[in-house]
């Protein structure tokens, strides 16, 4: 969902690799993509001259049950996506990664990321003051958003600028569990996460 007052999408909203890649686990082939990407290129408008991009959304294999091989693979895909066709132009890949940032499956991204290609960070860290936005009527929570930026719109702060929409009223009620497990049942063990992204000129 996204503001059109200030960004439109110029070309309709399509699933990455409809062709469902597959990775052996354990020798039984499963989805890389249990949920494919989403993508399209967008205008955004500004007082100065609009420019276009592409914006990815993911929510890539959870980790039950594993799922550190598709992980893997999604992220050998996009990264490659990202360097073979879109070249020289903004993307911004965002998501449930569903792993942090620190673990080994994202090593293509941290390696374009080396090479000042892409900036790879958390969307909402621990420190910050945002809810962790997976949901879970245990009490259970991750914060596992994670953000890729290309570096010609890298001078973005995601973290600084992102919040999880924090539903204190559902979190905090004495019949929460239930009321939780009703949300988690009916619409998603998600919180929405909103953020707002500033573009403007290096100089």
Do not use: C
């Amino acid at each position: 969902m996204y503001d059109t007052e200030w960004v439109r999408a110029s070309q309709t909203i399509a699933e990455l690799y409809p062709e469902n890649p597959q990775v052996s686990v354990e020798g039984v082939d499963k989805a890389v993509f249990p949920r494919l990407p989403l993508h399209s290129t967008f205008v955004a408008f500004r007082e100065e001259e609009p420019f276009d991009f592409h914006l990815v959304g993911v929510h890539l294999k959870s980790q039950r049950g594993g799922g550190s091989e598709q992980r893997t693979e999604a992220s050998k895909l996009l990264a490659n996506w990202l360097q073979n066709q879109t070249t020289d132009e903004d993307v911004i890949i965002a998501g449930d990664w569903n792993s942090p940032t620190d673990r080994p499956e994202w090593q293509p991204f941290r390696q374009l990321e080396s090479e000042g290609k892409v900036k790879f960070q958390s969307w909402n860290k621990v420190e910050d003051q945002s809810e962790a936005s997976y949901l879970s009527a245990s009490g259970r929570r991750t914060r596992l958003d994670v953000i890729v930026v290309t570096s010609s719109i890298s001078s973005i702060e995601g973290q600084t600028e992102a919040t999880v929409i924090n539903w204190n009223a559902l979190l905090e009620n004495n019949n929460s569990p239930q009321i939780v497990q009703e949300v988690i049942d009916t619409i998603s063990d998600h919180l929405p996460v909103l953020t707002r992204f500033y573009f403007s000129d290096q100089d």
